[in-house]
């Protein structure tokens, strides 16, 4: 069938049954998909729901870490984790530039099943089109998730709770995805690559479960980062945050490549980590819990709430100073997920 | 906030909120879209749901009868319809090329709310990315949508029940959408335009669910139009189709163009059709309540399912002689939705 993405392929006719059948099928195995109707036919749940969609159009489409395809997957199943819901279903669209590879769709389709049957996902409905050579880039994909909410946990994407004292926590390294995404941009790229942190952070969450009733927020830090993060969640409260610089955890390289490139982690994505604020009595067993995953080694707390300095984030910087952290503006790395 | 689409407005900071504020927020008003978490909180549903994707590239996205937006949300309303469900919830994703006109961009998210609202389905979620300019054209939007399936219904897209005797119907002329989209593009487009069939199907939906155990089958014929929609039902099963070429409703000006282009009606997209396959007792009823609906003026019989010519479909010809329909095989007329 050639070895590239033809305009035919997005006809909706016997091209597109033969891309399918081709490259799609040997990885996305799941009867409502194959049974290509229009839509899946799914179990309701009882309870609520949570819903969410994200395009990705990552460039380059493979990095050190991870490729675009485990990103669509793993960005929206992290969404709906960050929710409090348990990921189930998940659509996906795909917009092929003419000319495309078949062998790294291939790839991608891969590692797009591999990442969602480890997280216990099902890809249940799917869509592809085709547009012309120079009207896209190789490979745009969208993918939307349900999940189920967990009894407890409904309300930590609002962050109605934070109060004073509570304690701000990350999962780990802070910009990794970002500065893997610069670095593999960059003319001669390092010789040790940057690896970006895209994972699904359901491990990480899983362990917090029963502590529901002190986490009072959770988000993962993607476009605009960290920075943006804690700043959307303090803008308009009666409490503020308090960072320390020298606690915010950059791995070696991240932090190198910033300074050369004049960049700051906190404002870089990432792609498998978690912002959680939560109790004081609590922060450290959070911080204990996420430990016992691979990803969340590096855990720690980065900040608490504060009384003061309502509705502002300021960081306590390594030199002693204190710097007001604002939201990202302009955009320093473009077709970073 | 200038214009047209920055690089900076999928940024994921300041720049993408004065762009959600300034362009979406007018029209995208549901709460849950508003709160900006990560994921929508739906009320569960018991039963069953019906989960469905579709990435639209349609160029030009202004076209007569419709634009992208309201192509957007038609598109998986009425894939949720056929499927027996009714549409409750559906999630956004926009791919825009830097330089792409906001006033345009209202235009389509102002056309986009109008449709969700006129079919009560709520816009839940949604996602904005930039690529630059000369990756991408203008406006690619992603829509995922979510319905309850109605009982009785379930099985309508399988089309498990059909047997010989049942009678092919379609709700309104066929191949228009493709008809439009070829109109818009030529260099002198007609004078009197050729208006896209571009509508929800869901009031024509509306009127045959009590007659649901007499429907075996429903899809909306879009790419690939009614010929592939009819061979792909009709694979491999122990009964054909009898078409009869001169009961297929054709609009005057699709024919005229479609004669002077060398296309076939039978392939062009429809975007606001359903055909639908009923039993012989109830066939003519289903056909008077779809002329009940606008949108069904033209509702008709179109063949037959016959125990002759098993897997295959064949057309007895205006001038007598009978063709064997294929599926849709190239494309000639991609972006077509």
């Known amino acids: 069938m050639g070895t590239s993405i033809l305009l035919a392929h997005g006809s909706g006719g016997g091209k597109t049954r033969e891309l399918i059948r081709s490259v799609f099928r040997p990885f996305f195995t799941d009867s409502r998909l194959i049974a290509a109707t229009d839509s899946a036919i799914l179990d309701g749940a009882a309870g609520q729901l949570a819903f969410t969609t994200?395009?990705?159009?990552?460039?380059?489409?493979?990095?050190?870490?991870?490729?675009?395809?485990?990103l669509a997957i793993c960005g929206t199943l992290n969404d709906l984790a960050v929710s409090g819901a348990k990921p189930l279903w998940m659509a996906v669209s795909f917009i092929l530039e003419e000319g495309f590879e078949l062998e790294d769709l291939t790839t991608?389709?891969?590692?797009?099943?591999?990442?969602?049957?480890?997280?216990?996902?099902?890809?249940?409905?799917?869509?592809?089109?085709?547009?012309?050579?120079?009207?896209?880039?190789?490979?745009?994909?969208?993918?939307?998730?349900?999940?189920?909410?967990?009894?407890?946990?409904?309300?930590?994407?609002?962050?109605?709770?934070?109060?004073?004292?509570?304690?701000?926590?990350?999962?780990g390294t802070v910009g990794d995805h970002g500065a893997s995404i610069f670095a593999s941009r960059?003319?001669?790229?390092?010789?040790?690559?940057?690896?970006?942190?895209?994972?699904?952070?359901?491990?990480?969450?899983?362990?917090?479960?029963?502590?529901?009733?002190?986490?009072?927020f959770m988000r993962d830090p993607t476009r605009g980062g960290t920075a943006t993060v804690l700043c959307e969640i303090t803008e308009k409260q009666n409490w503020g945050i308090?960072?320390?610089?020298?606690?915010?955890p950059v791995d070696g390289k991240v932090s190198g490549l910033c300074r050369l490139a004049g960049l700051d982690p906190l404002y870089l994505a990432c792609e498998g980590r978690v912002?959680?604020?939560a109790s004081p009595e609590k922060g450290?067993?959070?911080?204990?819990?996420?430990?016992?995953?691979?990803?969340?080694?590096?855990?720690?707390?980065?900040g608490t709430i504060t009384s003061e300095n309502p509705g502002r984030v300021v960081m306590e910087t390594t030199i002693g100073g204190t710097r007001l952290i604002t939201m990202l503006s302009g955009d320093p790395l473009p077709r970073i997920c």
């Open 108 to 171: 991608i389709a891969r590692s797009m099943a591999a990442t969602a049957n480890a997280n216990n996902v099902a890809l249940v409905a799917a869509d592809t089109k085709v547009v012309p050579r120079g009207k896209g880039d190789k490979v745009f994909i969208t993918t939307t998730g349900i999940g189920r909410l967990l009894t407890g946990l409904e309300q930590v994407s609002y962050g109605a709770g934070i109060r004073p004292g509570d304690k701000v926590i990350v999962s």
């Open 242 to 248: 308090r960072l320390i610089e020298r606690s915010i």
């Open 54 to 70: 994200d395009a990705f159009v990552v460039d380059p489409i493979f990095f050190p870490g991870g490729d675009i395809g485990k």
């Open 284 to 302: 450290e067993e959070v911080i204990r819990r996420m430990k016992t995953c691979p990803a969340g080694l590096n855990a720690c707390e980065i």
């Open 275 to 277: 912002i959680c604020i």
């Open 186 to 216: 960059l003319e001669q790229p390092p010789a040790t690559p940057v690896l970006s942190d895209c994972a699904s952070v359901l491990p990480i969450m899983g362990g917090l479960c029963d502590l529901a009733e002190h986490i009072r």
